[in-house]
């Protein structure tokens, strides 16, 4: 084992070892790389019989949209699901990491999960982190104590509500609850508010966009209905194909289309070593 | 006041700026104000509230008046810049009504007027810290437009300022029509003031509607309105997640 004669940097957390050479960069007026966040719109309601969530499915590098078709809500456990806004890489990691914990206590435990559990869990996580993980949670479930909703911020604080939203279109989204919610909604005028709420975002928010996901969970059951509503469809993609000028010579036409059709052969066995 | 007074030295160690006096910091400001035209002219809502910093110092503030005979001003922002403006506009009606031409400044003018004011501050880097709304009807045509503070200006359906814009104008551009009638536009007014009550920090429960029509500007009595907070979720939040908060 050689010698080390430089500093290890301390065991977990954060290292701002490059801050100082940042801030030099930046007076230089090189401009840093801007995280890709899901400037968003979540929702989450509390209905007769259990939980529904909402989210948009747009996710933007700065001004550019960098995926039009994102899934920005979560699997938790089988009867929990976490909607996420903020930056994508802290809601993706930090919901991973959660769900695999959850997973490993349900086997311990033999139970199934409590959104509580996971709540403390995310927010103790958070909270460690001082708000340097940047994720604005909605989480949503029904277990053996009830539904539950909350949100959780990335400093670790967390809200237990009948309706909530996040992101940048939260405004948008809570002017609709605030105005149409009432207790005691059915499947239908819940799935009904969580889109026209979503919508709201999508329209009015220039961070949220394209189609609407929800999630429907109720007692052992839960319906992911992703791409619920796709209120921006493409309307320009010409039937006709692409013409050519009148002044050339068409020679050979060729159609390709993107998508290959794949043929599953067999159902093969996951991750078998 | 004490706090102009302790600003002063300040703005000497500011440098070039510190000969005038320019920068500026809102001190008593108004919240949202929310627009709408309807069938007969011109609906316009906002609270009575003008708060000083974070306290809601004053709560029975006016903050629409009618301008000449076809206007309505609503203003958000510093109060005292909106009493200087009405200060600058009964001069300028007043020299209107001077030339007794039988010819009046419309709504369209007076918008066109504010924008000017408003633009040409803003250049001198010593804005009016407003958001202003201004509806008028003049020979049967409805007009709306808003002006900022730095002199964006425009002409809509239905115009709201400050928070409005975030949580009223969804709401507005789902459920405004053409034709509604005056129960209709009022209705929706409080729609929109109720979810500004619920989520802005500095409304107040107290508010006025005004309509403008081609007969005249009516401002209605301060009054409130209902909200609910009888959710159960609300009432005991943390059953079943002990904890949280």
């Known amino acids: 084992m050689s010698k080390l004669d430089f500093d290890v940097p301390a065991k977990g957390g954060f290292s701002f070892d490059l801050c100082k050479r940042n801030d030099m960069l930046m007076k230089k007026g090189v401009q840093p790389p801007s995280y890709r966040k899901t400037g968003t719109t979540i929702v989450g309601l509390i209905f007769q019989d259990g939980v529904i969530l909402g989210a948009d499915t747009r996710a933007t590098e700065g001004p550019i949209v960098c995926d039009k078709n994102c899934e920005k809500i979560h699997y938790m456990a089988p009867n929990i699901y976490c909607c996420g806004a903020g930056t994508a890489a802290d809601t993706e990691a930090v919901t991973d990491m959660v769900s695999s914990q959850l997973q490993l206590h349900r086997y311990h435990t033999g139970r199934e999960s409590r959104v509580i559990t996971a709540l403390t869990l995310l927010k103790s996580h958070l909270f460690n982190y001082q708000g340097y993980v940047q994720a604005a949670l909605v989480l949503g479930g029904v277990d053996v104590t009830g539904p539950h909703l909350h949100t959780i911020y990335p400093h670790g604080s967390t809200d237990t509500l009948p309706f909530a939203t996040m992101g940048s279109g939260s405004l948008a989204a809570m002017a609709v609850f605030e105005s149409k919610y009432h207790e005691g909604l059915t499947r239908d005028e819940g799935i009904k508010l969580v889109t026209e709420a979503i919508c709201s975002g999508i329209f009015n928010d220039l961070g949220s966009g394209s189609n609407v996901d929800v999630c429907v969970i109720t007692k052992g059951h839960k319906e992911y209905l992703r791409n619920h509503l796709l209120p921006n469809p493409r309307s320009y993609v010409s039937a006709k194909g692409f013409s050519f000028s009148k002044k050339t010579e068409v020679l050979l036409t060729k159609v390709t289309p993107l998508k290959e059709k794949v043929e599953i052969i067999q159902a093969g066995e996951a991750m078998e070593e | ?245």
């Open chain 2, 1 to 245: 006041m004490n706090m102009v007074d302790s600003a002063q030295p300040f703005k000497t160690l500011l440098g070039p700026e510190s000969d005038s006096q320019r920068t500026q910091y809102p001190y008593v400001t108004g919240t949202s104000v929310v627009g709408v035209k309807y069938k007969d002219g011109i609906l316009m809502a906002s609270d009575m509230g003008a708060s000083y910093g974070s306290t809601l110092r004053y709560k029975s503030v006016e903050r629409m008046k009618p301008i000449g005979k076809h206007s309505l001003l609503g203003a958000s922002g510093e109060i005292s810049d909106f009493q200087e403006i009405l200060h600058y506009l009964d001069e300028l009606i007043l020299y209107d009504n001077m030339w007794d031409d039988g010819n009046s400044l419309g709504p369209k003018e007076v918008h066109s007027y504010l924008t000017r004011v408003m633009y040409n501050r803003r250049n001198k880097f010593n804005p009016f810290w407003n958001s202003l709304v201004l509806g008028g009807v003049k020979n049967g045509q409805k007009y709306l437009g808003t002006v900022s503070m730095i002199g964006v200006h425009f002409e809509d359906s239905h115009v709201a300022t400050g928070f409005g814009n975030h949580l009223a104008r969804p709401i507005l551009r789902e459920e405004w029509n053409e034709n509604m009638s005056y129960e209709d536009g009022v209705k929706l007014l409080e729609k929109c003031m109720r979810v500004l009550l619920y989520r802005d920090r500095s409304a107040v429960n107290k508010i006025q509607i005004a309509k403008i029509t081609e007969e005249g500007v009516t401002i209605s009595r301060p009054y409130a309105l209902k909200t609910f907070w009888e959710f159960n979720a609300f009432k005991n939040p943390t059953v079943g997640a002990e904890g949280s908060w």
